[in-house]
């Protein structure tokens, strides 16, 4: 057997017991990596349940700054014996599997081609504590010493990091320390360390932080100056609100009278939320919600009203595996289309598709001044592998001499000034009317807001005509948005190229990397990844100028595929489709393989055409 | 339509204190049915505003879909109104009164409105104590999709085609009293000296105030087999006693009747007197207000007046603790923490 050898550049995945505590030590794990200044993207793939279901987490290092999934386990960390069989399956040959041997392994799972660690955890934890939540807490501890020994962590950046874990709770220190010296010394004493994997601390990390996209969500929504949030709480959008509170406590607290200087409003249900978020825009406060799914299906009705009424409307939507209930804490970008044409009538959605913690913040932060300068619903798709997950970040910024945007708003000495005020009267050319808010002026500048049809007074209409014409104008405006939006974000090959790959959102980082693959065995592909809808032109000139476009997504019907072609009318032919809908973030070897199948000479009919063309009965 | 509003006014027509006459409370002419209960409200709705002298502008009036919800166009033309989604007018006032909690807020809606496609958000709405003004226009029926029964129509009851409704009737009353209002009303269309004070006191308290009024639908529900008609509600309701609004300022003694039972102190300072029968409740007692409401409910008669009022009422923003400024008025400067924070949450993050 050949053992994997390799510095730096491997995957491990622990295999956890939920509601064991496992989620603390293994991300003291990951970030004492980060800490020993190498790229690490921690991903946890978690169960829809709160205790006693398995749990895994999943940890790529990479010197190169790969941060999306690779593909294939390197080393796997397993107490869970519910889920051994499968662990120790999914090990590449050549691979580490390190398991709690307090039980014997069944003979039935043993493999010829990997290496088998046993650490007696349970053991050591059994004759070291009495208490049975310590005896739980301490094991997980106890593997984390014993990986430090086995993969040669160093072991000072470890106790540093307890120590300011528990920072404020001092007496659970030395405990701590003691269970990772524990694991450490058991590791030390039987086995040869370190193993064929192994770190050596490094300097690519630089100033980047490791951050969750929710907690940068919420914090780009108190940077951007909302003041009311209501919600409904859904997996996995909860934390965004969470972090919202969280801050706002700390910096939204008038300092004179105690007060709070936002509201927080917990819905009875996503249609309420979305409800109040409009309530309060409409009344000029900036205003938000967060969801996932369901959510989004649940608001359709009243994404048409701020559509149509033209209400500034922010929803931050983290996207989960659907439909319906679906994988509820698993990730997808499957509510593209969904979001991009909400609620019944003619509709389009403004969608921003972040990719990472920063642009979580910035997207975030500057939806606020979408949604009040474009008058219309800004809908924010991130998604669990991005919200939930620890991922390396460039540092959060802000520019103090940056101004809100607060949009096309009348205040009373204008409405004086005024002949005649109309709310949906287009004076400046570019479809987007001025706003009074309610309270404004004792006789000027009152309208009637509504979602039924109306004039350019705001009064109720039913003559065709008035109702073509604001119509229109609603589709101007969305040209107008094209201009506001955030552009795409084009990174050509070494080579002039033909061929290209388009993504967005946390298909970014894999993507990034298979086009290295690709790029090392000569196919040269330029990238783009979208960051909003509406397109702009450069999206357009961009799939214009090739001969073939790989559209990368994560959801089963090409989502944005279709929207692309709906919105420019280009050919099935000319973009071809690169999709991942387990539930899994994509990765890197998976989108290599599918790009590859689609290449000249590698003639694979894509698996869903196959399927159609069954049915029908022809050949595929 | 029901009536033309003649462009022709009084030259001494009473002025307020504001020095507005109730023509500046007016809105457009009404596209409702010549007759209809809703009509009555809207004029009611603009009396008790002309009375307590509110600024018309200071006014928000919200409302979902449905006949009773074409209302507001037709009062308080120099209000801005919203006529959102059927059942939601309670989420899109919550969040309007959040950004905002120095406009009065008028939610109109209707009785389909309010107990079948918005009843959660009925609910939810009282139970956070939303300060607001909820005025039910409840007729018993769909009237825009030509007269089926709603879940206010009683048990028994018929419109114009006939059919006999099978179902229980949704008290709203008694389900805002279950769910924790603070102030609880029912009123006629046809009894404009009851319902103006009730809306006055309404306007003055601190929390949520709903107001069912019974306004027949001259159309569809008004017939000899409808317990939702002019005739029959004539005849079966039963007032708790009369009540005189005294607003802030006004001198007692004004409009002083002698043998009140009780004097309310609003939260804005006006006062609120009760006239009324002992035997029939106790409207600082929600026990008693349910018991009220069942036993008329059991006799077949129908209870208006103030049903209950609480007297301590703490609305939404004293729960949430807001800020006394309204959130809207926040300032950039107030809102953003600027760069210096995030170097310090970037350095807690490696």
């Known amino acids: 057997m050949k053992a994997l050898k390799s510095v730096n550049d491997f995957v491990i995945k622990f295999a956890n017991v939920n509601g064991t505590g496992s989620a603390s030590a293994n991300n003291l794990f990951a970030k004492a990596l980060f800490r020993m200044g190498l790229p690490v993207s921690p991903k946890n793939i978690f169960p829809s349940n709160i205790q006693g279901l398995p749990t895994w987490y999943e940890v790529r290092v990479s010197e190169k700054g790969y941060l999306g999934r690779r593909g294939g386990v390197d080393i796997i960390l397993s107490v869970n014996p519910q889920s051994m069989a499968q662990d120790i399956r999914e090990i590449e040959p050549g691979g580490y599997f390190i398991y709690d041997n307090t039980k014997p392994l069944d003979l039935r799972l043993l493999r010829d081609d990997i290496t088998i660690i046993g650490l007696p955890l349970t053991r050591i934890c059994n004759e070291k504590y009495k208490d049975p939540r310590q005896r739980q807490l301490f094991k997980n501890v106890i593997y984390v010493g014993a990986l430090a020994a086995l993969l040669d962590m160093d072991f000072k950046v470890l106790t540093d990091l307890v120590a300011d874990q528990f920072k404020g709770k001092e007496k659970l220190i030395l405990p701590n320390i003691n269970a990772l010296e524990l694991g450490h010394q058991y590791a030390k004493d039987n086995f040869d360390c370190p193993i064929g994997i192994r770190v050596k601390a490094s300097d690519k990390v630089g100033d980047k932080i490791l951050l969750d996209g929710n907690t940068a969500l919420g914090l780009g929504a108190i940077y951007g100056g909302a003041t009311v949030a209501a919600w409904y709480p859904i997996t996995p959008s909860t934390s965004v609100v969470d972090a919202f509170d969280k801050y706002a406590r700390r910096v939204r607290i008038d300092p004179g009278t105690g007060r709070r200087n936002y509201a927080i409003v917990q819905a009875e249900d996503e249609l309420a939320a979305i409800g109040m978020v409009i309530g309060a825009s409409w009344n000029g406060a900036r205003a938000f919600t967060a969801t996932s799914g369901p959510g989004l299906s649940l608001m359709s009705e009243f994404l048409g009203l701020a559509y149509f009424a033209e209400i500034p409307t922010v929803l931050f939507d983290v996207q989960r595996a659907g439909p319906s209930t679906g994988m509820p804490t698993r990730t997808q970008q499957s509510d593209v289309l969904a979001a991009a044409y909400a609620s019944h009538g003619d509709t389009k959605h403004v969608l921003l598709f972040p990719s990472t913690p920063k642009e979580c913040f910035d997207f975030g932060a500057m939806s606020f001044d ?25 540092p959060l910024e802000w520019d103090d001499s940056k101004e809100y945007d607060r949009g096309k708003v009348l205040n ?57 014409k604001n119509m229109l104008r609603l589709l101007q405006k969305w040209d107008t948005i094209k201009e506001y939006v955030p552009g795409p974000e084009i990174i050509p090959a070494a080579k002039p190229a033909d061929m290209a790959v388009l993504y967005f959102g946390t298909s970014e980082a894999s993507s990034r990397e298979a086009v290295d693959y690709l790029a090392a065995d000569g196919i040269a592909l330029d990238s783009m990844r979208v960051r909003a809808f509406p397109f702009n032109h450069e999206v357009e000139d961009f799939i214009d100028r090739h ?7 994560q959801n089963r019907d090409a989502q944005l595929r279709t929207l692309l072609m709906a919105e420019f009318e280009f050919g099935p032919d000319k973009l071809k489709s690169v999709l991942c809908f387990d539930g899994t973030p994509i990765s890197a070897r998976n989108i290599r393989k599918q790009i590859m199948e689609h290449l000249p000479g590698n003639n694979v009919t894509p698996l869903h055409r196959k399927i159609r063309a069954n049915r029908v009965g022809e050949r595929a | 339509m029901s009536y033309q509003i003649p462009k022709f006014r009084h030259p001494d027509l009473p002025v307020n204190e504001l020095g507005y006459t109730k023509a500046a409370y007016e809105g457009s002419i009404s596209t409702l049915c010549a007759g209809c209960g809703h009509d009555s409200i809207s004029g009611a709705l603009v009396r008790a505003c002309h009375e307590l002298s509110i600024e018309p502008h200071k006014i928000a009036k919200l409302s979902g879909i449905g006949c009773s919800s074409k209302t507001p166009t037709y009062f308080l033309g120099k209000s801005h109104g919203f006529n959102s989604v059927h059942g939601r007018m309670p989420s899109v006032v919550t969040g309007a009164a959040m950004a905002n909690r120095e406009l009065l807020y008028l939610g109109v809606s209707g009785d389909g409105d309010t107990a079948s496609i918005g009843m959660g958000q009925f609910a939810h709405v009282i139970r956070r104590n939303l300060n607001m003004v909820y005025i039910v226009m409840n007729n018993g029926c769909y009237g825009l999709t030509k007269g089926q029964d709603s879940a206010t129509a009683d048990e028994g009851s018929a419109g114009k085609k006939g059919d006999v409704n099978p179902f229980n009737a949704i008290d709203l009353c008694s389900t805002a009293l279950q769910m924790g209002a603070t102030f609880v009303a029912r009123s006629f269309s046809g009894d404009k000296e009851q319902l103006v004070p009730l809306i006055k006191a309404a306007m003055s308290h601190r929390g949520f105030a709903l107001i069912d009024v019974i306004s027949p639908c001259v159309t569809f529900n008004n017939t000899a087999a409808s317990t939702k008609s002019y005739e029959f509600v004539r005849d079966h309701a039963e007032a708790t006693g009369t009540v005189d609004f005294v607003p802030m300022r006004q001198e007692i003694t004004t409009s002083s009747r002698p043998g009140a039972a009780h004097e309310v102190t609003m939260h804005d300072g006006s006062v609120l007197r009760l006239y009324e029968d002992a035997d029939t409740l106790n409207p600082f007692d929600r026990r008693s207000a349910m018991m009220a409401l069942m036993d008329h409910q059991a006799e077949g008669t129908i209870l208006t007046g103030l049903i209950y009022l609480d007297k301590n009422s703490r609305d939404l923003h ?29 350095a807690s993050l490696r």
């Open chain 1, 370 to 394: 979408l949604a009040e300068r474009l008058q219309t619903p800004i809908i924010m798709l991130t998604d669990l592998d991005l919200g939930m997950n620890d991922n390396m970040s460039d």
């Open chain 1, 547 to 553: 001969e073939r476009v790989f559209v990368i997504e």
């Open chain 2, 318 to 346: 004293d729960v949430l603790e807001t800020s006394h400024r309204p959130l809207n008025q926040l300032e950039e400067g107030e809102l953003c923490p600027g760069n210096k924070m995030l170097v310090n949450i970037n």
């Open chain 1, 412 to 468: 009373a000495a204008d409405l004086d000034a005024m002949e005649r005020y109309g709310r949906y009267l287009d004076s400046d050319g570019d479809a987007i009317c001025y706003r009074t808010y309610p309270g404004t002026h004792p006789d000027k500048g009152a309208y009637f807001t509504r979602g039924s049809s109306r004039d350019e007074q705001a009064v109720y209409t039913e003559k065709g005509e008035e109702y073509e």
